[in-house]
């Protein structure tokens, strides 16, 4: 099992590698370039309110789905249709209590129309997500990972053919940005369904009420854990406009150093895609997990400490770089946020693994623990501090969550033997904090200052061993082809 993640992670991560950072750095930040700094804070506030609700289109379906699936897939062809039904008739009741949220906050004609499109965005979204829980409980792990870009692929076509051409700039605005994402999605979501597997005649929806009822009653505990984690990961932004004058334009620099976490944190949600399922496997076969997730744990915490240091001694020239509007203050809240990367990434880990055992009441109580920590702090540093006392709080709740999680790992795997080393983490954090401040001293240029610092995080990750197995992994997986 080690060996298929090792092996399945490296294709996941080739092809995201080009694609995603394309559509972020490429797309999305140019879509920011092009409207500007309060309209596309007023984007992402509208955005992350309706991924607030996002409980009600889900209430758990996509982790019930990924964990029970793996360990049973026969369910697959009988479970499918209840899925699309029920998701379909949540994402109704969705709509209407997002739009009813909204007016009841005396939103305008333009931002009704923003929310509206938002919530059908992430209304496909979950659809396509919940199929992409199936692509991999049947196994379709390299596929999956091809469905995983179809969307910011066209998104990169479509999009920044408009950006690149200065006659049809003018068209670039935050509805048509949109309206671009959910074409994309509703072609993708065509893509997934081709490559999945169904009994020949079998429909892909189902009428039976008592069954979507029962589908419904065992995934809430789930939802829970969604809800909870929704609001504390998205409350910040929603909080930044509510709670100062210059909402929007406070929202999109927070949003600029968000994007960057973003990107880094689609490495997090690549490993819990392949993690979920590999584990669940495991669990239901009794056999030790512990290698598993020591390897996934060391892989991701070596990546993210390794941006969080390099952009920490380059934010000013990152951010100066990508945004024309950029001020140094905006540097301070990246150098700080991009360190909630290596929470967030060891929480996909640790999360993985705990939902693979079914821990849920345990989850949903570290997501509210983590839920009031970032309420508070950010009721309390974003009057005085702004964008960056909402990085702060981000920073201090998602450490909160892991610590959390990995305890209570640690106690499920008492009994399991350990072949991985406590200091392994902390030599190398210091290592990397060593390194970044050396070259930031030297003064090199940011492009070879980036390889400096990626040779230094892989002979760091080798020497401490957080990646010492992955060549042997492959090796191995070769000479048995």
């Known amino acids: 099992m080690r060996r298929v993640f090792a092996s399945n992670l490296i294709l996941l991560l080739a092809i995201n590698a080009i694609v995603k950072p394309l559509y972020l750095f490429g797309i999305d930040l140019g879509v920011q370039n092009a409207v500007g700094t309060d309209e596309y804070g007023m984007y992402m506030t509208w955005f992350s309110f309706a991924f607030l609700f996002g409980v009600i289109y889900d209430l758990g379906l996509q982790n019930y789905n990924a964990v029970t699936l793996a360990k049973t897939p026969e369910l697959l062809r009988q479970r499918l249709p209840l899925m699309l039904s029920l998701k379909l008739a949540l994402s109704l009741v969705y709509a209407l209590v997002v739009l009813a949220a909204a007016y009841f906050l005396d939103a305008n004609v333009r ?9 059908v965005y992430h209304a496909c979204l979950s659809i396509l997500q919940l199929l992409r829980t199936n692509l991999g409980a049947q196994g379709s792990y390299q596929f999956n990972s091809v469905v995983s870009v179809v969307d910011r692929l066209l998104l990169i076509l479509v999009v920044g053919s408009l950006l690149l051409n200065p006659a049809w700039h003018d068209w670039v605005t935050i509805e048509l940005f949109f309206v ?3 074409i994309a999605l509703l072609i993708t979501i065509g893509v997934a369904i081709s490559g999945t597997y169904l009994s020949e005649g079998q429909r892909w929806w189902s009428t039976d009420s008592l069954e979507v009822g029962s589908l419904l009653k065992q995934s809430l505990p789930y939802g829970l854990g969604l809800l909870l984690s929704t609001v504390f990961t998205r409350i910040d932004m929603v909080m930044l406009e509510q709670m100062l004058e210059e909402g929007y334009h406070t929202t999109g620099v927070y949003a600029a150093s ?11 949600y690549m490993f819990a895609t392949l993690l979920i399922p590999m584990l669940s496997k495991l669990v239901e076969a009794k056999a030790p997990a512990r290698p598993l997730l020591q390897q996934a744990a060391g892989y991701m915490a070596a990546f993210s400490v ?3 240091v390099f952009t920490m001694f380059n934010a000013d020239e990152i951010m100066a770089l990508l945004y024309k509007d950029s001020t140094s203050d905006w540097s301070v809240v990246l150098q700080w946020l ?10 996909y880990v640790y999360g993985s693994f705990l939902l693979s055992h079914q821990k849920i009441a345990a989850i949903n109580w570290m997501f509210f623990a983590g839920l009031v920590l970032n309420i508070v702090l950010n009721y309390l ?7 960056l006392g909402a990085a702060i709080a981000t920073v201090a709740t998602q450490g909160l969550v892991v610590s959390l999680q990995w305890w209570l790992s640690l106690r499920i795997l008492k009994n399991e033997p350990s072949s991985g080393r406590w200091w392994s983490l902390p030599l190398y954090l210091i290592g990397c904090l060593l390194v970044g401040y050396g070259i930031h001293l030297v003064g090199f240029g940011l492009v070879l200052a980036l390889l ?7 002979a760091l990750g080798f020497a401490t061993g957080l990646l010492a197995d992955i060549f042997a992994l492959l090796k191995s997986r070769v000479a048995e082809s």
């Open 381 to 387: 540093l974003i009057p005085t501090h702004g964008a």
């Open 338 to 347: 991009i360190w909630a990367s290596v929470s967030i990434g060891l929480t």
């Open 258 to 268: 968000f994007r960057l976490l973003d990107g880094v944190n689609m490495v997090g």
């Open 180 to 182: 671009a994402q959910i």
């Open 452 to 458: 400096l610092q990626i040779s230094a995080c892989l």
């Open 306 to 308: 390794g941006v969080a």
């Open 111 to 119: 931002e009704l129309q923003l929310v509206s499109l938002a919530v």
